[in-house]
């Protein structure tokens, strides 16, 4: 049976689209209130003339662009506004959160993620503390691949790499190209379900000098995203191998976490490490210092009553990132 498994850890959930002991398709929430239709109360900022653009102030003082501002709204007006995608980490800046008008409703949060995904149409089961559905179906490995951005397919290799502009994939392998293009279009569709990519996505396919080989490719590629239940719009591959694909982007993609928020998705993975700690006595969480920072009070406290057990810290400037760990040591 297909069904997605929801793993609700400290700070995050993540779930998995398990189809037998394989994850085709997975998320991570790391529960930011504000977050794809959350409704807010804003006040706004500025409208640029003539237009239904402008930007809104939100109640923790950041700033949202908004589209489809109502005529006669002036600065300073408040309004309930919807969010449609949250802020969005780059390579040295924020990408701002954008928002839409959202008429006379009250504010609600953000909807969680197992109501989200029962949207799909897939099962969807919570899994308790000790259940390890995830992990035997290969969680480290999706994890592995969004942190890397290599995917390797049978016949060549996946490079991911998130830029400010779109997701870039470049495709590399041995010859026949054809035959290396046909077969990367299946590991394409499968990379983005599997590590949640989605807005702007360029494919740098290898270049076919026919346009029935090109052709061929475009099907090929087409069928593998239905398949996935991609939903979008593509072009065709270009005479250099260039294929876009544009889909709604509604949150950041777990390449796209890790890679520009890489010391919290650290931190996030140690706490899931340490409330599964089954040794007595009290944990400690040995990480390097900036993972252990992203680990504030609040989480700190959660890990306690979770575990039941005194939570101590031991910085290390050695270990890489994602190389923390947690034990049992007498109190």
Known sequence: MVEWCIEQGIGEDRAALIDGDTIVAARLCWREPIRADAVIAASL???????????????????????????????????????????????????????????????????ALAEVLAQTGHPVRIAGM???????????????????????????????????????????????????????????????????IAGSVGIDFPSLEGRAERQAVDNALAAALIGQRWRGERTGMNGFGFVQLISRLERPSLV?????????????????????????????????????????????AELARRSGREIRRNPSERLALGAGFAQAITP
């Open 256 to 300: 796209t976490r890790l890679a520009f928020q890489p010391a919290r998705a650290a931190a996030l993975a140690l706490l899931r490490t340490a409330e599964r700690v089954a040794e007595p006595g009290a944990v400690l969480l040995t990480a390097h210092p900036a993972v252990l920072q992203a680990i504030d009070t609040g989480l700190e």
């Open 45 to 111: 900022a500025h409208r640029h003339p003539g237009t239904r653009h402008g930007a809104v102030q939100l109640p923790d003082r950041t700033i949202a662009l908004i589209d489809g501002l109502p005529p006669g709204l002036t600065d300073g007006a408040s309004l309930m506004v919807r969010i449609t995608r949250p802020v969005m980490a780059e390579r040295g800046r924020f990408k701002l959160a954008q928002c839409r008008p959202a008429g006379d409703v009250p504010p609600s949060p953000a909807p």
């Open 130 to 196: 000790l259940d390890r559905s995830l992990d035997e179906a290969g969680w480290a490995d999706v994890i592995e691949q969004a942190t890397t951005g290599v995917i390797d397919f049978a016949s060549g290799r996946l490079t991911i790499c998130p830029t400010p502009a779109m997701t870039l994939i470049d495709i590399d392998g041995p010859p026949p190209l054809e035959v290396l293009a046909l077969a990367a279009t299946s590991a394409v569709a499968l990379a983005l379900a599997r590590l949640d």
